[in-house]
């Protein structure tokens, strides 16, 4: 377990502002060098590392403004018409979905390089500044870090459309922007598996809404698809908060109790939620009465079902 240099002469050994030792994947993989952009080789923002670090309420505040925007906005509407934002909702989704893209192709390398040249539980453990450093890879760890502010937005079609806000919507949003946060700013190893992960679903997540929303849905892409993509999710993410709790206790691992401990309850209460929603809504509900009753609605899922 441990960190070191994966191309043995160290050619492809850059420093942090720490001095701490890294590399970057398109130097250990030139072949991979033509698929970044220009920007991406130069764009290192050191202020918004230091902002996340120095600015531990924002995202407290942000959850707050949120949830006040939710009440107040939906007592706005409640004595006024719907809005009709279709064009605009669009949009936003495709450019979700562009964006998760590119991030997930981004770290899904960087994650199996990791798991390859180290082993998983090495993965979970070495110190982030040395495997992801300041790369482009730790960038766009930080871009998804910042992403669940702006991705609280999408509640905003909701209320405004008058559509259902489910527990799940608003309690995954928030949560979701409070736990990456406090990932990024305690180091903690296995953010980046989680980062992947999430790029992914919400890649298809939010080209299925863009699609919804264009009325553009080929039949074979059904809704239920993206929920079980989305409980997968957190059975990796419950599977990795537990591997990586066994890991604690080991010397110099990085894996932090409090991190895994926040991680591991957000992860299993997500759990529970998206299977109790896929059984509401495609498979058995429960009726008042407690008795069963076969969910007879298996329309394809509107923006009110939007969970993450």
């Known amino acids: 377990m441990g960190w070191h240099p994966a191309v043995a002469d160290r050619s492809c050994v850059e420093f942090t502002r720490d001095g701490k030792e890294f590399e970057e994947i398109y130097c250990i993989y030139p072949w991979a060098k033509k698929f970044y952009f220009p920007f991406e080789y130069t764009f290192r923002p050191a202020f918004l590392y230091d902002f996340c670090h120095t600015h531990h309420w924002v995202p407290f505040a942000c959850v707050a403004l949120y949830l006040a925007g939710i009440h107040y906005g939906q007592k706005y509407f409640e004595t006024r018409p719907a809005w009709n934002l279709k064009g605009p909702m ?3 989704n495709l450019l979700l979905s562009v964006f ?4 997930f192709i981004r770290c899904l390398p960087f994650v199996l390089h990791n798991i390859g040249t180290y082993g998983f539980e ?3 453990c070495n110190d982030p500044e040395n495997s992801l450093g300041q790369s482009i890879t730790g960038v766009w760890v ?8 702006p991705e609280l937005f999408d509640t905003f079609f909701i209320v405004v459309h008058k559509k259902q806000l489910i527990l799940l919507h608003w309690y995954h949003h928030a949560s ?13 190893p296995a953010g980046i598996i989680y980062t992947t992960v999430n790029f992914g679903v919400h890649f298809v997540m939010y080209f299925y809404y863009f699609l919804m929303a264009i009325k553009c849905k080929p039949k074979w892409f059904r809704p239920q698809w993206i929920t079980i993509a989305q409980i997968t999710q957190m059975v990796v ?4 908060s537990l591997w990586a709790f066994s890991l604690v206790h ?19 209460s997500y759990f529970l939620l998206f299977t109790q929603f896929f059984l509401n809504r495609f498979g058995y509900g429960i009726n ?6 076969r969910n007879k609605n298996n329309k394809s899922t509107s923006k009110k079902d939007k969970a993450t």
Not at 250 to 268: P, T
């Open 237 to 240: 993410g419950t599977v990795i």
């Open 122 to 124: 090495a993965t979970l």
């Open 250 to 268: 080991k010397e110099e691992c990085w894996a932090k109790f409090e991190n895994n401990s926040g991680i591991l309850v957000m992860y299993v």
């Open 142 to 149: 930080l871009f998804f870090v910042l992403s669940k502010i």
């Open 100 to 103: 998760s893209f590119f991030g």
């Open 176 to 188: 979701v922007l409070l736990a990456s946060w406090h990932t990024l700013v305690t180091h903690s």
């Open 90 to 92: 669009a949009a936003w």
């Open 288 to 293: 008042v009465s407690g008795t069963k009753q």
